[in-house]
């Protein structure tokens, strides 16, 4: 089987998948999943995602504090951090960001603390994986601010091909407007692309493909969540990426396997992934 996806954001440490951990395991093996990016929300999860990329070739990790985790966190939590961020496989800060979805969030927390982990990316020249609900301005403004766009930070990265910044910014999930994509973009960010596309009512999702160049473009499950269509019930696996990608190349007028090609090599150039040795590193 031909090995052409790239999960580059799932969570193969939620309890769902502990069941039949090593079953699940031989799945993504069988699967035409090349890479997959197990992202960490806390150090718990970071800790685990960074032992599972160490063990299995296929994959990667990333580590930091979702949004939602930052209440409480101290100076000790936050060395912790950086320790796993030293490991030879997590490739990324994430998934960090802003979620305002619900009132009684501890919004000054999360504002602290993004804001930390967006320098740390910057000490350490790693990539960055933005989470953002309801909370687009903000988002935008802090990474900003905080020299993410930064002509020090864009000097750490080559040019892509065709010579514009990369800024090494992927938002996950974006469920922004297209005009924001394309700010964005403009910057030296990258797009990344869930299950959501694939739904009725994902009109404004669809307008960003759309208006994004696929060079610009990665596909992701956010995995056990957002199961995409037309398996939207179950459980999300990282193999279903596939559906994703497909509905990329539906949108963009091209093959899948263009479309699946085009998102690898996205996937492989944010992380910094080049191809495996015999011993699984990169």
């Known amino acids: ?63 930091g504090f979702w949004p939602g985790n930052t209440t409480g966190l101290a100076e000790a939590d936050f060395e912790e951090l950086r320790r796993i961020l030293s490991l030879p496989k997590v490739k990324a800060v994430g998934e960090i960001g802003l ?49 993410a766009f930064s002509k020090e930070r864009l000097a750490c990265f080559p040019a892509r091909a065709d010579g514009s910044p990369d800024a090494r910014v992927l938002l996950h999930c974006f469920s922004g407007s297209a005009e924001l994509a394309r700010q964005y973009v403009k910057l030296g960010a990258d797009i990344s692309v869930a299950g959501p596309v694939t739904y009725k009512n994902a009109r404004k999702t669809v307008e960003v493909v759309e208006s994004v160049d696929i060079s610009r473009l990665t596909a992701e499950t956010d995995s056990p969540y957002l199961t995409p269509v037309p398996l939207r019930g179950q459980k999300n696996m990282p193999w279903y990426v596939e559906h994703t990608v497909r509905k990329i190349a539906d949108i963009k007028g091209v093959s899948y396997e263009k479309a699946a090609a085009a998102t690898l090599a996205n996937g492989m150039r944010f992380y910094g992934i080049k191809e495996q040795t015999e011993a699984g590193r990169a």
């Not at 031909?2 to 069941?19: N, P, Q, V």
């Not at 699940?24 to 800790?47: C, H, M, N, W, Y």
Request: aromatic share 12%; with cysteine.
């Open 1 to 63: 089987m031909e090995k052409i996806l790239f999960d580059t954001h799932c969570h193969l440490t939620d309890e769902y998948y502990s069941r039949d951990f090593e079953g699940f395991i031989k799945q993504i093996e069988a699967s035409p999943l090349r890479f997959v990016v197990d992202i960490g929300t806390d150090l718990e999860t970071s800790e685990r995602a960074a032992e599972n990329a160490d063990r299995y070739p296929f994959c990667f990790a990333a580590a």
């Open 99 to 147: 979620d305002y979805h619900y009132e009684d969030t501890d919004r000054e927390a999360q504002r602290y603390w993004f804001a930390r982990q967006i320098g740390l990316a910057l000490e350490l020249r790693l990539p960055i994986c933005i989470h953002s609900r309801d909370a687009d301005d903000e988002t935008l403004r802090l990474l900003k601010e905080n020299g």
